[in-house]
């Protein structure tokens, strides 16, 4: 997955608990990109950086929160968690824009 | 509100021959192209990029780009059973007017089904 981790790979959380999806690369790219993936359903951009203390809204970004203080690393924050997040959700990195995008191995969240 | 749309499928091909898949966006400004693979339960693959009009061949592969008629397209020749799985098709306009960038543009994707 090109140098993308991310943890965990499974979870499940209860209606309106809080949690952190961790995203870190090793490939020093700028850009990183937060996606969810509905079944059947093509992946929504939720929020994306272009560098370090630098980020921005994307399509779906209600319910969600980032933040990069450094260029490994992107977390994303779901605070009082919905069933409607249930999902799974990639991380993505890419050298420069407009240019390929290289995915993590996705985690897999169940909001009950 | 940019667009990509693709034919859900599923597209049945016989093993050996081309499996030709489609995909057509809204957003004329779109800069940069591309086709991911994904298999059940795992994470998008590249597997071919294209950026301006004409065809582009990698391997089996071959990409097509339209733009004038806002559309991409994917030729897979001698398919494989391993080429199963579904195919995206993402549009990313590039930088933004007011500076910045801006993630890729997914279509839903179109599940091949290679058959031996």
């Known amino acids: 997955n090109a140098g993308v981790t991310q943890t965990p790979k499974f979870r499940i959380l209860k209606i309106g608990q809080s949690m952190t999806l961790q995203c870190t690369q090793d490939?020093?790219?700028?850009?990183m990109y937060w996606y969810r993936q509905d079944p059947g359903m093509g992946l929504k951009l939720i929020y994306y950086s272009v560098g370090a203390g630098i980020t921005d809204k994307g399509e779906v970004p209600n319910g969600y929160n980032v933040s990069r203080s450094t260029t490994e690393d992107f977390p994303l924050r779901l605070e009082l968690a919905a069933p409607s997040q249930t999902s799974v959700y990639f991380c993505a990195i890419s050298r420069e824009v407009p240019s390929e995008q290289y995915f993590g191995p996705g985690t897999r969240l169940t909001v009950t | 509100q940019k667009e990509v749309e693709q034919n859900s499928g599923p597209l049945s091909v016989p093993e050996g021959a081309i499996a030709s898949l489609n995909c057509t966006y809204s957003?004329?400004?779109?800069?940069?192209f591309f086709w991911y693979r994904q298999y059940s339960g795992k994470s998008p693959e590249l597997i071919m990029s294209i950026y301006s009009n004409g065809d582009k061949e990698d391997g089996r592969f071959t990409a097509q780009l339209n733009k004038a008629s806002q559309y991409v397209s994917l030729l897979i020749r001698d398919s494989q059973p391993s080429d199963s799985a579904t195919y995206l098709c993402a549009v990313n306009v590039g930088i933004k007017s007011g500076g910045g960038a801006d993630g890729l543009t997914f279509g839903k994707g179109t599940h091949l089904i290679i058959q031996p």
């Open positions: 957003d004329r400004v779109s800069q940069s």
């Open positions: 490939m020093n790219h700028n850009y």
